[in-house]
């Protein structure tokens, strides 16, 4: 596919505004919250401040990637439109002419028809231009829950315009309802709709059966590989709703809520909205122009092939001691660029580290599972046209890991008399380098806390399946395989 070609339009769908209030100010701004920045303050060599602007993402689109708006003199434009355009789905502006706020299924309805007449606007009869229409649906929170509902609920909108979606991001998307104090939001909660977010309604609009009492899969319905989920998790910038819904969440939605099955899925310490908002940041933009545009898709899976004990630790489970822990693998990857942004940002003290027990990853049968549960570290987009430094076409971006155990109880109870606090079992910054050539992508690496990360870096081994990875290993014991998974994308 041509660079060209990956441009559809977008469409931006909002999330929920619960009080009429909110309502008001959202109908009332031409971009519906899609055109509010941030600016963080960053210390320069000298120990000086700069202040560094993130416009926001519709004006990023517009300056970054030549994307327009639909407005003219005031106006919605009814003429023809580029391929570049961005319209907002102003579902809430109906909520007066309905004397209501519109239900999911009204907004997906919408949404629907706004997906037509943007092909009428883009292809008119061009019958062969109609034919391969293809769009972008970027949503924040409840907006993802619209898209579903297009994408999954056939009884809802037009299967032309369901055809003519290609991929979905979503921003802080409750795919598995919200939980209050530990609970999900009951049927009975009508008020402001936040019955929209019990699982049992969500069942209904979305046109599925739970598996396993969880609503956050596509059902068969649309590629989960084209359907993008970032996942907030810094809940203490958020309102007064991160008192309820608890850490390891954005402050509204849960980190265990936020993602759809099969999907990809990044973790950014960012909150649900706000100041520290993940629509309004450069690492929210920069994972979504590289799902939308970017032209490789990377994974890092960890398959961990020794975890050893702390020396005390050990000795008690050879003078036959019950141990008890688990393990923190933590990942914060990114790539090269100025400033530098974390695409992932995985971390304990984010409550978004990966978390696994020994069995889990050694004894699957004793908990029974089918196979090991070894760690994804990450799985993100690169783009060769943001190659800062060019190389041909080398990416580069850095997987900063850690693994590390939790507390230990010994006999059934704490180990504390010579334990450690968050003592590494590992810890690495690895430099990976990718290059695009005729026989497919070439990866070499570099141990960055050993050598200097401008240098040529190693290849990659091989095992017996011809799959690459980077041997990883601690004077601690530590022993694992960082297999990488990269591919053309789009």
Not at 120 to 145: E, I, K, P, Q
């Amino acid at each position: 596919m041509s660079r060209e070609a990956r441009f559809h339009p977008i469409l931006y769908v909002r999330g929920f505004a619960m009080r009429d209030s909110e309502i008001e100010d959202t109908i009332h701004t031409p971009y519906m919250g899609f055109n509010r920045g941030s600016s963080r303050v960053r210390q320069g060599p000298g120990g000086e401040l700069h202040t560094f602007l993130f416009e926001s993402p519709v004006v990023r689109l517009m300056k970054d990637y030549g994307y327009r708006d639909i407005y003219q003199d005031g106006a919605v434009h009814e003429g023809e439109l580029p391929s570049r355009s961005l319209l907002i789905h102003r579902y809430y502006e109906d909520a007066a002419g309905r004397g209501r706020r519109p239900s999911i299924i009204e907004a997906a309805d919408d949404l629907s028809a706004q997906i037509l007449w943007l092909r009428d606007r883009v292809c008119g009869n061009d019958s062969a231009a109609r034919a391969a229409f293809r769009v972008y649906l970027v949503a924040h929170s409840m907006g993802g829950l619209i898209c579903r509902c297009l994408l999954q609920n056939e009884a809802v909108g037009d299967a032309e315009a369901r055809a003519c979606v290609d991929k979905v991001f979503t921003y802080g998307t409750p795919h598995d309802g919200i939980e209050v104090a530990g609970f999900n939001v009951p049927r009975f909660l009508d008020v402001w709709d936040i019955d929209n977010f019990n699982r049992e309604t969500m069942a209904r609009y979305l046109d599925l059966v739970p598996r396993e009492g969880r609503v956050n899969h596509l059902d068969g319905r649309f590629p989960p590989e084209r359907f993008f989920c970032l996942v907030g998790t810094n809940h203490q910038d958020y309102g007064a709703a991160r008192l309820a819904v608890g850490p390891m969440s954005d402050g509204l939605v849960t980190i265990d809520n936020a993602w759809v099955a099969g999907a990809p899925r990044v973790h950014a310490y960012l909150s649900h909205s706000g100041r520290f908002g993940m629509v309004n940041s450069e690492a929210g933009y920069q994972n979504l122009v590289r799902f939308l545009f970017g032209d490789a898709r990377v994974a890092g899976r960890l398959v961990v092939e020794q975890l050893p004990l702390p020396p005390s630790v050990q000795s008690a489970r050879e003078d036959g001691e019950t141990i008890e822990g688990g393990y923190h693998f933590e990942c914060t990857v990114t790539p090269r660029r100025f400033p530098p942004v974390s695409l992932s940002d995985r971390r304990s003290a984010h409550g978004s580290a990966i978390f696994r027990r020994y069995d889990e990853l050694f004894h699957p049968q004793r908990l029974g599972l089918e196979r090991a549960r070894h760690p994804v570290l990450f799985s993100l987009y690169l783009d060769s046209s943001k190659i800062t430094v060019k190389q041909g076409r080398t990416m580069l971006f850095v997987a900063d890991i850690a693994v590390r155990s939790t507390e230990f109880k010994v006999g059934g109870r704490w180990f504390v008399s010579r334990r450690v606090p968050d003592e590494n079992l590992f810890r690495e910054q690895l430099v990976i380098l990718a290059t695009a050539s005729s026989q497919g992508w070439r990866l070499r690496y570099v141990l960055g806390d050993e050598e200097w990360g401008e240098g040529r870096g190693k290849a990659v081994s091989m095992d017996d399946e011809g799959k690459g990875y980077v041997p990883l290993r601690s004077r601690k014991g530590f022993q694992a395989r960082l297999y990488l998974d990269i591919a053309d994308w789009q």
